[in-house]
């Protein structure tokens, strides 16, 4: 889909499979259909940007259109739309399309839309289709325009074009990721920038990929020099809606405390008592949120409100808030369409708290993983562009001690314990047990159990800060074991450690991408293993390690004694060069399953020094008994008696 529209504003979306291209199907055994013809072609006259879209396809595969409809969307309060043409090209006929349908429908969590349905007379192997679309598009703020094509993506295109006519004199800034400098074409008062390309080879689908905007070539057309008319824009439409008197009171109801743990009572208030429903309500199709009263009244909003909502108790307790625009990719040019959601911003002297009250598993203090160190505008106070924090990296986001004691031959008991340190993870984790019921939670140590060991009993399990939501969550595991060693020849054997066999994202024979997994994942595991007391570990199991390309791995193994202790750790980075492939690859085939030792302890007969010690103690304990006897003896008159009769 090349028409790109992020945000929560006006919206040009095309629901349709997405396309593989070659000149051939037979040329291309994966495809699932052939871009011949994939243009977008604009004209921005008199405040109205009215652009022709045209999809011509081959399908090469059964049933890659079903059930043969398409459904385009777009906003009736910013733009028009309308099907220009439709055929299908079957077996050397050229078949139209059934009429239109267009009716009002909720998408996509937007409202305010409408979308008009498109069925074709065909589509089997070897049927081309076309679609021709026109779109006229004016922008919230009269007098600007804005436009993002995609050249390719998981299609191989035949053929793309994007084409935008203006007025001469019109200020029109445009990027590109990729293409040169486009042709530009003056005739009479108008100017036409192009750009084309030809035979663009598909996106490989790769597991953690990178965004598909970070690995194509992406242009980028904006009216906006900067950010300052959407800003001013923004703020007018918020700035009436945030009402700290007509809330003060609920903020005093809610918290007579000040600091940063008024902060803290009041995001936690909205969290739980008002209740994200992810549609627009107003006529400006996503912009205007709704009085802090309002919300107040309905008890629930978007995220619009809840910042509104948020500022305004805030406000009203006299804190420096404000709602903040969010931008999940940082845009070359200044745009509306940059932007698709609110957090707020809490200055609280000389400490900056950022807050997004419409996150269901972020406790105060935490964030969401993918709006740290994110693109916002603080619109309320400035008409820059600024950016998140950096997610703070804990030492561990899971650790888990595991601990074996070997009873016997027969029996181990086994107790495990496991820290959710990261907040976020601890909140998900937390809410995910109160959602069940004991049967379930049952259930699942249950299951949890039988994947240590088949015959166990004994089961014992506990859940530590369930209701703290500022604290490690900890999960508590105890279970004996049944026949988990195998003795012979006075040796003892148990298998405890198993490392991960090769994880699925490499799979692949090569790479095509960087690894991007979004966030920073530590885990550190401690497994203890202490066997009866007459026996003493004699395996020398090897230390294995990895640590390149940000990516980090590292079992260590120590004994003394009958004990034996292993600790694994890992370090996922938020990217991973795709050159670290191999070697990534390379380290998990050695540490597979297959080559894992198991633990092996060899029983020690008692030796005669040890029968020694044992009598030197008996000998011992004695010895301090009859002084005990003595010195109470010495005490009583009638031992002193005896003992002066004595020496008489």
Known sequence: MNSLRFGFGPIFILLFISAVSAIECEQTPDSIEIWKNDSIVCNYLNDVLTCYETMEKQICIEEAVQPCEFKFSYSVTYEKMSVEECFVIHDGKKLGCNPPLEREEVLYEWSGTKTIGVTLPSCQKGDTYKIVLKVEETSPIKGNFEFVYNFGGFDYSENNLFKITVPKGTQLYYTSTKSSEPPVEENDNKVSYTWTAKDTEPLKNEMYMPAMENLI???????FKDYTKIANWI??????????????????????????????????????????????????TGYEPHSA?????????????FSVILTSLLRSKGFDAEPVLFSPFNSSLPGIYNFNHVVVRVKLNEKIIWLDPTCEYCPYGSFPYEEYDSYVLPFMSSTEIGKTPHHKEIEYDTYVEIRYQILNDDFTKISSKTFYNDLISAELMRKYNRQMTDIDINKSFEQLAGSICSDYNDLHFSFSNLNKSYEPFVTELEVTCKSLTKSKDNKMIITVLQISSMPPYLSESERNYNFYFGTNSRYKEKIEVTFPEEYTVTSDIRNISVSEYNFAYSVSFEKNGNKAIYITESIDPVEIPKEGYNTMKDFFKSVSKETIEPLEATKIKLTQPKTIHIIYLSIIVILIAAIIVLVFMRRSRKFKSKLSEFFR
Not at 217 to 223: A, E, F, G, P, Q
Not at 293 to 305: M, V
């Open 217 to 223: 070539d992406v242009v980028t057309i904006s009216s």
């Open 293 to 305: 009263s309002e919300i107040l009244e309905r008890g629930n909003g978007d995220c619009k409100d």
């Open 235 to 284: 703020k007018n439409i918020f700035e009436p809606k945030i009402q700290p008197q007509s809330v003060k009171w609920k903020a005093d109801e809610i918290t007579s405390k000040g600091g940063e743990e008024a902060i803290k009572e009041i995001y936690d208030w909205i969290r739980n008592n008002i209740h994200y429903v992810p549609l627009e309500f107003s006529a400006l």
